[in-house]
C-alpha cells in the first residue's frame, strides 16, 4: 500500500504541478480476507461521495449499485 501511495502521490503533484502530501493523515488499510465483512466496507466507500457533500443522495452516485453492494 505505501508503494501504491507513493506513485500514486508523484503522479498527481506531477500531473497537477502541486507538490506536498496527497493522501490524507492517519489512512489505515484493511486486507478484508474471503468476502468476510465485506459488505460494511462496501457501503461505507459507496457512501464516502454522499458524505464529502459530492451528491445530494446516495442514487447521484453512478456506482452506488454495484452488484456486490
Known amino acids: ?3 501504491t501511495k507513493s506513485r500514486s ?3 498527481i503533484n506531477r ?3 502541486n507538490e506536498g502530501a496527497f493522501w ?3 489512512y489505515h488499510d484493511r486486507a478484508i480476507r474471503d468476502g468476510e ?11 464516502n461521495p454522499l458524505r464529502a457533500g ?6 447521484d452516485y453512478p456506482l452506488w449499485d454495484a452488484c456486490w453492494l
Do not use: D, E, H, W
Not at 54 to 59: A, F, P, R, T, Y
Open 1 to 3: 500500500m505505501q508503494a
Open 9 to 11: 502521490t508523484l503522479s
Open 15 to 17: 500531473a497537477s504541478n
Open 24 to 26: 490524507q493523515s492517519g
Open 37 to 47: 465483512g465485506l459488505l460494511p466496507f462496501a457501503r461505507y466507500i459507496v457512501a
Open 54 to 59: 459530492l451528491v445530494n443522495k446516495i442514487g
